[in-house]
């Protein structure tokens, strides 16, 4: 523990060099802080449809849920997808050492700051945790299709999109899927 809420800023900016989807070879990069950006963008959007069919979903936590969910990769980079669920002895040495990072990243925080990141870092069961995975899910679709658009038949050939659909269809959050649903409509 230690350091200041300003080593926890320096930190935080390390994300604008993070390159996501490092084995797929794409047309255009994305860094980690744009990802986070979009999953933020996009999780409002979730949340006020949400609420408009009546959902009760508190917005304030799902979006900080969305600023602060990749944090980690600041220090671990981003692991890619299909190594990151290679196994259940993978999955948990990667919680595990993403844990010990994140809590690296908030310790400049004070306490009781450092406590809410963490518990809106760490995984739930809560509608709110869901929408902030349909959400993330969601950005790497849009990349997913914009990817296929201009003609990567890579993406394409390893069924990305398909594949983030199904995973969004299964989290359940209605309004998720059905945006899902519209962008993968229009690549077909």
Known sequence: MGGSVTDFIHDSRDLMHVRRFTTVRGFQDESVAEHSYYTTLYAMVICDLEAADGRSVDVLEVLRRCLLHDLDEARVSDIPRPIKHANPEVQSTISRISAQVYEEL??????????????????????????????????????????????????????????????????GVPSATKIAEQLVSEIR
């Open 106 to 171: 908030v310790s400049p925080l004070p306490p009781s700051v450092r406590g809410e990141y963490v518990r809106l870092w760490s995984k739930s069961s809560s509608y709110e945790a869901k929408v902030q995975k349909a959400a993330d899910l969601l950005e790497a679709l849009a990349w997913a299709i914009e990817e296929q658009t201009m003609g990567n038949m890579r993406v394409k050939a390893l069924k990305i999109a398909e594949n983030l659909l199904a995973e969004i269809r299964e989290i």
